[in-house]
């Protein structure tokens, strides 16, 4: 592994989630925080409209924009489409690697505690996440390799990946997750700056992680019209599953309770470990949770 | 007191709070579950267009609209003072009284149970909460007096009352809280259909109930230009009061923490309960909580 000269850190590529938004402009504020010997830090707003407005985002979800395909055509033109290019000319101007490592914030209605999203199974990620997880227990690993050709900001590097942090509501602070994520970013920096300094710290090489299964929906009605993507939800979110993010899913167990009333189980041959339960911005997107199945690795 | 002959039961009239969505969606399917044999029920969703989108509102907050000015000025062209001016037309055809309740069912990112906020203390109203909340623990009685003049839509009908349910985030269903609400509601109807029959149950006069106090905002920076009406945060809900809604906070408890990790502390002179504590709607407004004081009453 050669050196890791800069680093991105962007918050607020979701407009309404504040934990990024205000621990990127703490940083701006006070770049001493975020500097180390070895390497360059750039602290960084991502929809900077959005962030303004209080929203997700303005016209499209800035975080699929980041395609070849998309950066390349200049007649896309909505403003998510434009602020995409200009933050991939800050992060690759010219189009070459400029930054060796994006950490891109992120919040989550789920109870996600604070967790970190890897596009692939880079081993240097895997050590990072281990080392992560062996100091603090909050910390999870959520291995994606779906995510790849989603127009992820992450995707931009090879070393991008995504720190989730919840259970928050959106447009809302939360000050201990606030602290939470602050001194994770503090943590990941000083492992950067001693594997730059040959000294890479490793007080575990076991890493538990969760590999993405498959996407699960809300039971819905059928969809009408052409006005809708997805039919109306008719249940929710089950009561004993609320909250419980990477806790395991057995066949049989209530996953949803209808507006009814009656209980709808999970119907899977075997047990899986759901994520992202309730995010507020996945009912649009037809999504009640993400299935993932627990690994043990050695890294 | 005389017969109660209709009542109505409002949900969405902020898009974003599915919980009265929903149950109200539920009770248009389902008219039998708020039919009683003495009076008729309504329900009704609020803001259609803001539901359709998941937002608050469209151009302004339809819960300010119900303004005696408002509605009768035929020049106010938003979506919300045209549905705002609809709405009254069905509960009151020929602005004359039609409904003799209207329950307003709102949620909130604050930790608020399920709390009835009253704009008066109507001896009904009183009486109504004394029974509630000898019923159930989790129901509390905010009476915010200030209020009548700022266009709710509760202020339509003297027996006007919002039921405000939390901590949800916005755009999320929580089903143990959707079924807390729904069987608030039913016990709010079984009430008056006994009250009806002249047989009021009372299971308890003494009623615990907070009042009013003043708003208190975020520590801000100076406000810049004419884009902004507030400034920029500088501080969060200290997390010793984060979710501690209806909670004694005495003088010099930690209020909140700054960015930089600083406690604020409450300067005033004597115990207070904050409410709505870190409500994500109430950041625009210039509200951090509601600070009330307890009370003891026999109704």
Do not use: W
Not at 45 to 57: F, S, V
Not at 265 to 291: D, R
Request: charged share 20%.
């Amino acid at each position: 592994m050669s050196q890791i000269e800069r680093v991105a850190i962007v918050g607020g590529n979701h407009g309404n989630e504040l934990t990024g938004v205000h621990v990127v402009k703490k940083f701006q504020q006070y770049p001493n925080l975020i500097n180390r010997a070895s390497f360059e830090t750039l602290a960084l707003l991502g929809n900077l409209k959005a962030i303004e407005e209080g929203k997700r985002y303005i016209e499209k979800d800035l975080n699929r924009c980041f395609t070849n395909q998309g950066l390349q055509n200049s007649q896309l033109l909505s403003y998510e489409d434009m602020r995409a290019k200009a933050i991939q000319q800050i992060l690759q101007p010219q189009n070459q690697p400029f930054v060796d490592v994006i950490v891109d914030l992120h919040s989550t209605t789920a109870n996600m505690g604070l967790s970190l999203i890897f596009c692939d199974m880079h081993p240097f990620l895997l050590r990072l996440g281990a080392y992560l997880s062996s100091i603090n227990p909050l910390v999870k690993v959520f291995i994606n390799q779906e995510s790849k050709e989603n127009g992820f900001l992450r995707s931009l590097c090879e070393l991008g990946f995504v720190i989730e942090v919840g259970a928050v509501a959106q447009n809302v602070l939360n000050a201990k997750l606030f602290q939470e994520t602050e001194q994770l970013i503090y943590a990941v920096l000083d492992y950067f700056e001693r594997c730059n300094q040959g000294n890479i710290p490793q007080t575990s090489n076991h890493l538990t992680l969760y590999k993405y299964i498959q996407t699960i929906d809300y039971p819905r009605s059928d969809a009408y019209g052409g006005l809708r993507l997805h039919g109306e939800i008719q249940a929710m979110i089950h009561p004993q599953l609320q909250f419980r993010d990477y806790e395991p899913l057995h066949p049989g167990d209530p996953m949803f309770l209808t507006f009814e009333g009656k209980d709808i189980f999970y119907e899977g041959a075997s047990t899986v470990y759901p994520i992202f339960i309730n995010e507020a911005a996945y009912y649009e997107k037809g999504i009640a949770m993400y299935l993932s199945q627990k690994q043990e690795e050695i890294v």
